[in-house]
Nanobody, 124 residues
Framework: QVLLVESGGGLVQAGGSLRLSCTAS????????MGWFRQHPGKEREFVAS????????YYEEAVKGRFTISRDNAENTVYLQMNSLKPEDTAVYYC?????????????????WGQGTQVTVSS
């Protein structure tokens, strides 16, 4: 069983930056590809970005390309999401997730473990 704990959310003005962190425990971190998803109020959870187990491959949803960067530190069992040039439409609850079958995926159902989420609010 893998436990994922996110941190780093908060309130920021449009154009600002935040860095989300997600620390894993209870498993072998390098056994998992990692992803970030977000959920807007009243909408389904949507894919944001993913990173392969060794950090060698990343994948982004079109709306965040060039603004968000996913990375991981396997020595610290942590995955990050650096979010720059934030927009009000980025306001959502952000979740990290772990997937123990390697391969690029934006499908939430393919991820096995989820964090509790962290709120990101971008004011205009």
């Amino acid at each position: 069983q893998v436990l994922l704990v996110e941190s780093g959310g908060g309130l920021v003005q449009a154009g600002g930056s935040l860095r989300l962190s997600c620390t894993a425990s209870g498993g072998t971190f390098t056994a998992y590809d990692m992803g970030w998803f977000r959920q807007h109020p009243g909408k389904e959870r949507e894919f944001v970005a993913s990173i392969s187990w060794n950090g060698g491959s990343t994948y982004y949803e079109e709306a965040v390309k060039g603004r968000f960067t996913i990375s991981r530190d396997n020595a610290e069992n942590t995955v990050y999401l650096q979010m720059n040039s934030l927009k009000p439409e980025d306001t959502a609850v952000y979740y990290c997730a772990a997937k123990h079958v390697f391969g690029r995926s934006s499908k939430a159902y393919e991820y096995n473990y989820w964090g509790q989420g962290t709120q990101v609010t971008v004011s205009s």
